[in-house]
């Protein structure tokens, strides 16, 4: 079965702060890994990660995919208020002939004045 | 450009009455996807069509319908509605490349009581 593991589930920092969110898989016919943001409405994309070891940037926000070890980590510098959403991580997996983004159940972060 | 667009926001249904809800993308998408979100568990896919005609079930289908109405409508029907379906409702768009980025839309709060 298909599997996608988030950690920590929550975490609470100051602004200021780094925070890494991490993301670890299982699944057959590994292509890619996506990183969403999630404010209380719609998820919104990050990143896309297809190749190992190479690090994908925007602004403070960097991610980099492992496809030895299985996992992501999504890192965040110099924390604001505004970064306060849930991140989701998800992995393209196929149910049948139905072909799906499986999602880890998220890491809410809260980032305090 | 709206992306994807979902009506209505919010909807209580009492158990056993039926409701529709509507998805339109103007991205000019193949490939359209229905996703329930519940506190702690991500995001699961319902249903999903490739492309005009055909749809498929995903991981948690059953007590839904859908109709992939034209290449830019994609609706999911609740033909008698049970407290179990209380759920954020999301309806999500890509090209049809497996492992591409998904667009989604603001998403339907459903209570049903």
């Known amino acids: 079965e298909d599997k996608v593991v988030q950690s920590p589930l929550s975490l609470v920092v100051h602004e200021g702060d780094t925070v890494t969110l991490n993301c670890s898989y299982e699944?057959?016919?590994?292509?890619?890994l996506l990183w969403y943001k999630q404010e209380k409405k719609a998820p919104t994309f990050l990143f896309m990660l297809t190749s190992s070891g190479i690090e994908k940037k925007s602004g403070r926000l960097s991610s980099i995919l492992d496809k030895k070890e299985l996992f992501s980590i999504l890192n965040i510098t110099a924390t604001q208020t505004g970064d306060s959403a849930v991140y989701l991580c998800a992995v393209p997996t196929q149910t049948g002939s139905a072909r799906q983004l499986t999602f880890g159940s998220g890491t809410q972060l809260t980032v305090l004045p | 450009n709206a992306g994807v667009t979902q009506t209505p926001k919010f909807q209580v249904l009492k158990t056993g009455q039926s409701m529709t809800l509507q998805c339109a993308q103007d991205m000019n998408h193949n490939s359209m996807y229905w996703y329930r979100q519940d506190p702690g568990m991500g995001l699961r896919l319902i249903y999903y069509?490739?492309?005009?005609?055909?749809?498929d079930k995903g991981e948690v289908p059953n007590g839904y319908n859908v109709s992939r109405l034209n290449k830019r409508e994609f609706s999911l029907r609740l033909e008698s509605a049970a407290p179990s379906q209380t759920s954020v409702y999301f309806c999500?768009?890509?090209?049809?490349?497996?492992?591409?980025?998904?667009?989604f839309g603001p998403g339907t709060r459903l209570t049903v009581l």
């Open positions: 999500a768009s890509s090209d049809q490349r497996e492992s591409s980025e998904q667009f």
């Open positions: 699944v057959t016919n590994f292509r890619s």
């Open positions: 069509s490739a492309s005009e005609g055909t749809t």
